[in-house]
């Protein structure tokens, strides 16, 4: 048991939902195969309503992270439900309040209508807090990500399907500012689809020092130090 169960400060009907959000999701990923995930028209039908949010104790590192690094603007490639989504605007607010400085934005990501309409729902429930700093851009990622991106990025959360991960870390990366983290979600479950991404964060070259932290899964944590001359 952790002596520090949960470092968000938030409202407690804003933790309450997370919490009930998070358990719906685990609940829907126990029924998720390896066979469904090999059926690619089988994976998406399968997929189109479930949250598949990323983990709790995953949503409060990355809550932790913003925070020490004074986030303003963050990128959140894969919305669904909008669960990481919130901490992400929760994490901007507090960390405005720390550093003194006006919060930027959670640009979040999400293609999937039924999905952005509830999503818009939760951040509702949660109040102006969560919804005034989230601009969520509905569509395809690599088109919605092409453009009007702040020059300065502090964080990329990947958390998306495998072969969408390493074109929308290129398509970010001009817009990561020195010491900006990328997270990437379940890097070593899912190390065989990441083979592109992985080969891409360990050449030196593309400016990444990488560290994959143990949770379930794993999570990559990517520090960006800028491309080498
Ligand atoms: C793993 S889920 C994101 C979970 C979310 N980060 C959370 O913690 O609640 C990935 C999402 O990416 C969406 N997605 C897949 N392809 C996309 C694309 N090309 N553009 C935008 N979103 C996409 C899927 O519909 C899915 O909801």
């Known amino acids: 048991m952790s002596p520090f169960p949960n470092a968000v400060v938030a409202p407690s009907h804003i933790l309450k939902l997370l919490d009930h959000l998070h358990a719906i999701s685990s609940q829907q990923e126990s029924q998720i195969t390896a066979e469904r995930l090999r059926d690619k028209q089988g994976f998406d039908e399968f997929m189109r309503d479930k949250l598949i949010a990323l983990d709790q104790d995953k949503c409060w590192f990355v809550y932790q992270t913003c925070l020490s690094i004074g986030a303003k ?31 930027g934005k959670v640009i979040a990501t999400e293609n999937e209508p039924s999905k952005i309409t509830q999503a818009r729902k939760y951040w509702q429930e949660c109040g102006d ?35 969408l991960a390493l074109p929308t ?42 560290i994959n932290v143990p949770y379930s899964k794993g999570l990559a944590v990517s520090v960006y130090q800028g491309r080498q001359a």
């Open 129 to 163: 807090e969560v919804e005034r700093l989230i601009d969520l851009r509905e569509g395809n990622l690599l088109e919605t990500l092409a453009k009007d991106l702040p020059d300065q990025v502090d964080l990329l959360l990947l958390d998306i399907w495998s072969p």
């Open 73 to 103: 603007n963050v990128i959140e490639a894969g919305t669904s439900y909008g669960v990481s989504t919130i901490y992400l605007s929760l994490a901007l607010s507090r960390s405005s309040t720390i550093y003194g400085h006006t919060p």
């Open 169 to 210: 870390l290129k398509l970010v990366q001009p817009n990561l500012r020195k010491g900006a983290v990328v997270i990437t979600d379940n890097i070593v479950g899912s190390a065989d689809r990441y083979k592109d991404l992985i080969e891409y964060l360990k050449d030196g070259k593309n400016g990444f020092n990488n």
